[in-house]
């Protein structure tokens, strides 16, 4: 059964750091592309990064490009998103998901797997 867990959610000041980790278990994660979005009550779920199978193409939301980093580590089962600058608009569940097939990554339906989202809030 394919799972997605992902933790390193809290409560930080603007201008602060925060790194989320998604620990995958269930399949052969090195096969699959992954990414994250964020999502805010009443609004849909919003496209932040993506990252190929081997960590070799990388693909950033205008919005989080200059301030987040996507990576994954296969041998643990891994992705992280390291987000830097925090400002309270970035407040959100902030969800991983897999992708089973290839192809653009930027939009929910390209996922097959979801996590149970962590929650991030920035204050000021």
């Known amino acids: 059964q394919v799972q997605l867990v992902e933790s390193g959610g809290g409560l930080v000041q603007a201008g602060e750091s925060l790194r989320l980790a998604c620990a995958a278990s269930?399949?052969?994660?090195?096969?699959?592309?992954m990414g994250w979005f964020r999502q805010v009550p009443g609004k849909e779920r919003q496209f932040l990064a993506s990252?190929?199978?081997?960590?070799?193409?990388?693909y950033y939301a205008d919005l989080v490009k200059d301030r987040f980093t996507f990576s994954r580590v296969n041998a643990q089962n891994t992705v992280n998103l390291q987000m830097n600058s925090l400002n309270p608009e970035d407040t959100a569940a902030y969800y991983c998901?897999?992708?089973?097939?290839?192809?653009?990554?930027?939009?929910?339906?390209?996922?097959?797997?979801w996590g149970q989202g962590t929650q991030v809030t920035v204050f000021s």
């Open positions: 998901a897999a992708a089973t097939t290839a192809g653009s990554r930027t939009h929910v339906s390209a996922y097959d797997y």
């Open positions: 269930g399949w052969s994660f090195g096969l699959f592309g």
């Open positions: 990252i190929s199978a081997l960590s070799s193409n990388k």
